[in-house]
């Protein structure tokens, strides 16, 4: 059985009562059925680059300082759009934070979880896959979250994280560490 125990307009803290051992105490997206994460493949001459965001969070900068994460495109599916499906919201998002339109989606997990003792919140993890390199909107800072985009040759992404690690003003999100084991292994049977 659970309870709400407060509510906002996009996020609720919930109760699980558990007889006998204590409420478990955890964050849900009322509105939101999941949400998309995409790493894109941006098809170049010089090489395949995928594009990551580099993000300020409230919940981040509040606790820890100035400090940035570092993200692929993502958003929620169904917050804004009731009938929104998963396959609409990769459209969007990876859109309206890329500016780019990819040629086909593959999708590599359905069920990604970042913190299940936190969270009821669930992803869904795609590979988006970019030909056309036209833009073909401006991308949105998201209210100033995204202060900026860089892209990376695929193969240079351990370097650029391993330099990203080495900086203490930067945080790595699970899901996108989720997204670069499925991009550097793309192509490949997966474990799982």
């Known amino acids: 059985m659970k309870e709400v125990l407060y509510s906002t307009k996009f996020l609720n803290l919930m109760a699980s009562k558990r007889e006998g051992r204590g409420d478990w105490v955890y964050a849900h997206r009322p509105n939101a059925k999941n949400v998309v ?5 941006i098809h170049k001459k010089d090489g395949d680059y995928t594009l990551f965001l580099i993000t300020k969070r409230p919940p981040v900068t509040e ?9 692929f495109p993502a958003g929620l599916v ?4 009731t009938g929104e499906t998963t396959a609409d919201a990769l459209k969007k ?3 309206e934070e890329t500016g780019y339109e990819a040629s086909k989606f593959e999708i590599k997990v359905k069920n990604l979880i970042s913190s299940g003792g ?3 919140e669930k992803s869904t993890l795609a590979l988006g896959y970019i030909d056309d390199l036209t833009r ?6 998201d209210g100033g979250v995204i202060i900026r985009r ?8 351990s370097k ?9 003003e930067y945080f790595m999100c699970a899901q996108t560490l989720a997204g670069v084991y499925y991009l550097m292994n793309a192509g490949k049977k997966q474990p799982f």
């Open 37 to 41: 994460i995409i790493a894109p493949v």
């Open 63 to 71: 606790e820890y300082g100035e400090k940035y994460c570092v993200e």
């Open 78 to 81: 169904g917050d804004e759009n």
């Open 93 to 95: 998002e990876l859109l």
């Open 118 to 120: 936190l969270t009821s």
């Open 136 to 141: 073909k909107r401006i991308p949105v800072d």
């Open 150 to 157: 860089v892209e990376v040759l695929v193969n240079e992404v």
């Open 160 to 168: 650029f994280l391993d330099e990203i690690q080495a900086k203490d």
